[in-house]
């Protein structure tokens, strides 16, 4: 079956750290890769996607390559800041058909001053 | 603006009674999601439905009911048979399968709780 592993949280940084969310994804076939954000209280935001191998998302600083290789694709940002304190979903749609979004489970970003 | 309301954004329950949330979407979107989130949990689909009339259960659809008699609207009713209905529900939208990135647009989430 297709589905995503996503590194627990929390991750606990301090303001203008590194931040890496490891997500690592089993699926049939070729799909589209996902961040998306929930900041408390509200809906989930899509940060960034890729839709096939090698290419880049990114977006407000953060960034994920499609590694087909490694079946990965981890969510990165130089210098994190409190406003970034949120849950970050990885997720996956195979590109053929209807196909619904598979999640992870979310992993927990808390940033300190 | 365009974009998908939930409402209401909470509601209070007593057992035994159902209850229907309100999404309406307004980005002429053809398909559209039910997802429930618990605490430290991902999303679990519902229910979701491809086309107007037309709607699928997805991997938690006990004791939910939907409808989807026009495009831009899809309730959810949470029935009394849904041994456990406290949680923050999410309804999402995006365009038909032939658009192949399959982005979700969400909407700002209902929580209900059971009293």
């Known amino acids: 079956g297709n589905s995503v592993t996503q590194m627990e949280g929390p991750v606990t940084l301090s303001e203008e750290a590194f931040l890496t969310i490891n997500c690592t994804y089993t699926?049939?076939?070729?799909?589209?890769l996902f961040w998306y954000v929930q900041y408390p209280g509200e809906g989930l935001q899509l940060l960034l996607k890729?839709?096939?191998?090698?290419d880049k998302g990114s977006n407000k600083g953060f960034e994920a390559t499609y590694r087909k290789e490694t079946t990965s694709f981890h969510l990165e940002k130089g210098s994190v800041q409190v406003s970034d304190s949120a849950v970050y979903f990885c997720?996956?749609?195979?590109?053929?058909?209807?196909?619904?979004?598979?999640f992870g489970t979310g992993t927990r970003l808390l940033v300190s001053p | 603006d365009g974009g998908i309301t939930q409402s209401p954004k909470y509601l209070f329950r007593k057992e035994g009674q159902n209850v229907t949330l309100s999404c309406e979407q307004n980005?002429?979107?053809?398909?559209m999601y039910w997802y429930r989130q618990d605490p430290g949990q991902g999303l679990r689909l519902i229910y979701y439905?491809?086309?107007?009339?037309?709607?699928q259960k997805g991997d938690i659809a006990e004791g939910y009911s939907v409808s989807r008699e026009k495009k831009e609207s899809f309730p959810l009713t949470v029935t009394s048979a849904q041994k456990n209905p406290t949680a923050f529900y999410l309804c999402?939208?995006?365009?038909?399968?032939?658009?192949?990135?399959?982005?979700?647009?969400f909407g700002e989430g209902s929580r209900l709780t059971v009293l």
């Open positions: 980005l002429n979107h053809d398909a």
């Open positions: 890729a839709t096939k191998a090698d």
């Open positions: 999402a939208s995006s365009m038909g399968s032939g658009r192949v990135s399959g982005e979700l647009f």
């Open positions: 699926a049939t076939g070729y799909p589209s």
């Open positions: 997720a996956l749609r195979l590109n053929t058909g209807f196909q619904k979004l598979v």
């Open positions: 439905s491809q086309i107007v009339n037309d709607f």
